[in-house]
């Protein structure tokens, strides 16, 4: 699942640091989030949202699998 999270993150100001503090997750967590490597958690995935006060369909773009 493809996302925004670098480009509200940067736009907020906000380090990865202090966006995992905020978050109670790892900055690991944080990175392999904006790199794609990881997909959050529903509940994570609404408390970033949260965060940045947008939908989650802002910030989470979902790409289905083709042939599904």
Known sequence: MKNRL??????QGL???????I???SRQT???IEKN??????PLAFEIARVFGVRIEDLFIYE?????
Do not use: C, H, T, W
Request: net charge neutral; hydrophobic share 30%; proline share 3%.
């Open 6 to 11: 670098m480009e509200f993150r940067k736009n």
């Open 15 to 21: 380090s990865q640091d202090k966006l995992a503090e």
């Open 23 to 25: 978050l109670q997750v």
């Open 30 to 32: 944080i990175i392999s």
């Open 37 to 42: 490597r990881y997909s959050p958690s529903l």
């Open 64 to 68: 289905s699998r083709e042939g599904e």
